[in-house]
């Protein structure tokens, strides 16, 4: 059975930085790719950034370019989210997700973790 689970959210004050992990088990996943979303309260759900488990083909979100870095560890079946000079529009649940093909869209995630609270204060 696949698990994907989310750590290391909580409170940051506009500027700051958080790391957010993410880890996965339950079956292989080379080839697969991982992503991370985000869902504001009142807003639909949207796409942060992904990477395939080579660790290549990384792909940000315009709203997040040059602040945040995703990453992987093999090893560890754990993905990596560094937030740096977060902003108060940044506040919202992040969500990882795991699918066989890469994708800035949700559908083609088949995977998913409960999601972890990021907050922004100014």
């Known amino acids: 059975q696949v698990q994907v689970v989310e750590s290391g959210g909580g409170s940051v004050q506009a500027g700051g930085s958080l790391r957010l992990s993410c880890e996965a088990s339950?079956?292989?996943?080379?080839?697969?790719?991982f992503a991370w979303f985000r869902q504001a309260s009142g807003k639909e759900r949207e796409f942060v950034a992904r990477?395939?488990?080579?660790?290549?083909?990384?792909v940000y979100a315009d709203s997040v370019k040059g602040r945040f870095t995703i990453s992987i560890e093999n090893a560890k079946n754990t993905m990596y989210l560094q937030m740096n000079s977060v902003k108060p529009e940044d506040t919202a649940v992040y969500y990882c997700?795991?699918?066989?093909?890469?994708?800035?869209?949700?559908?083609?995630?088949?995977?998913w973790g409960q999601g972890t609270r990021v907050t922004v204060s100014s």
């Open positions: 339950g079956r292989t996943f080379s080839m697969y790719a």
């Open positions: 990477i395939m488990w080579s660790g290549s083909d990384t």
């Open positions: 997700a795991v699918g066989a093909l890469p994708s800035d869209y949700e559908r083609f995630y088949n995977y």
